[in-house]
């Protein structure tokens, strides 16, 4: 395993080479953050920051061009013959249950799971004010889950069970996420 696989540079020229749609980089780029600054918050060494980072920039790698087989072609096809290590594989392939057939179990399939469905909600609710993710309230965004025709793609029960998955109430990874994407 070579090391600069983790590196910036070689992640985004991943995302530069199998991702053209810029909002899918952008979102691909959002949870990278979110779960590299759990990791970061649950005091995880630097080798494990950036492979969660890493799990998290990369886990919709091959959505755009093989949707029917996300993720297990990017895990299969692009990920594991570059090297990264069973342990993004396995959450990159958790944070699609009903499509790979794992269930996430470790705590970065589980921390993935969590930012994934989240992240892409509060990007949404980010866009509908002019000040995005500054000043955001917890119950702006709680507000807007409650209304289902907002955003009406993303999945309320995938956001709650992620809550569930890292014990965390909802209000308060909410209030943690926004804290990371107003640094942005
Ligand atoms: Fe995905
Ligand atoms: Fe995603």
Sequence with gaps: MSDNIYSSDYVESLLQKYIQNEALRHHARMVGKAVKA???????????VSQWWAAGTLHDLDWEFVPDQHPLY??????RPA??????????????PERSGRQPESALDRYLFACDE??????????????????MQVKSVSK?????????????????????????????????LITVFQHE
């Design 38 to 48: 759990y990791a970061t918050s649950l005091n995880l060494d630097e080798d494990m």
């Design 74 to 79: 990017a895990v299969e096809q692009i990920l």
């Design 83 to 96: 090297g990264y290590s069973e342990l993004i594989l396995q959450a990159i392939l958790s944070h699609a």
């Design 118 to 135: 989240l992240s892409g909600f509060m990007h949404a609710v980010s866009l509908m004010r002019p000040e995005g993710f500054n000043g």
């Design 144 to 176: 807007k889950l409650k209304d289902l025709r907002f955003a009406a793609n993303v999945s309320r029960e995938d956001i709650q069970r992620g809550a569930q998955l890292i014990e965390k109430d909802l209000d308060s990874h909410i209030s943690f």
